[in-house]
């Protein structure tokens, strides 16, 4: 199945937390910040109260920590994939992608997951906010 025309782009960089639109937006590996957002806010999913939360009311991004525990309790990884900052899909069915809410920089922090790479288990990385992942979010 394809999705490819479902999946907007647009190239032009939001200046505010809300686009404004529901397009992807494509960065360059070039530009920098390599973000969807200039200037960079790296706030965006601190809190349950955040205007850009993208979990349901009274829900949050967890913390690496938070993730990770819920992992080892009973947490199910689907392969999710990724899009890539030029807006293709990237290993969707063999890859599992999680954003978690640490920041480092201009950077934030994503949870890996293959089953074969970890040997089952689940690796961390920091990577550029203009990457699109799964979100997993925890009550507050």
């Known amino acids: 199945m394809s999705f490819s025309g479902r999946l907007r782009t647009t190239t032009t960089v ?5 686009p ?3 397009n992807f937006i494509t960065r360059n590996i070039l530009d920098n910040p390599y973000d ?5 806010n790296a706030a965006l999913w601190q ?3 955040s205007a850009t939360n993208p ?4 829900y949050r ?3 690496e920590a ?3 525990a819920e992992t080892v309790a009973f947490l199910k990884l689907g392969f999710t994939g990724q899009r890539e900052p030029n807006g293709v899909l990237n290993r969707v069915g063999t890859m599992s992608y999680n954003w978690v809410s640490n920041i ?9 997951y293959d089953g074969i790479l970890y040997s089952g288990g689940l690796g961390s990385t920091n990577a550029a906010r203009v990457f699109g992942s799964a979100v997993r979010c925890i009550a507050d």
């Not at 950077?107 to 890996?112: A, G, M, N, Q």
Request: aromatic share 6%; proline share 9%; net charge negative.
């Open 36 to 40: 969807w957002r200039s200037p960079q």
């Open 20 to 22: 404004g639109h529901a």
């Open 104 to 112: 480092s920089g201009t950077t934030s922090k994503i949870i890996e």
């Open 61 to 63: 991004i967890p913390t």
């Open 66 to 68: 938070e993730f990770l």
């Open 14 to 18: 939001s200046s505010s937390d809300s």
């Open 47 to 49: 809190s349950a109260s």
């Open 55 to 58: 979990c349901p009311s009274g």
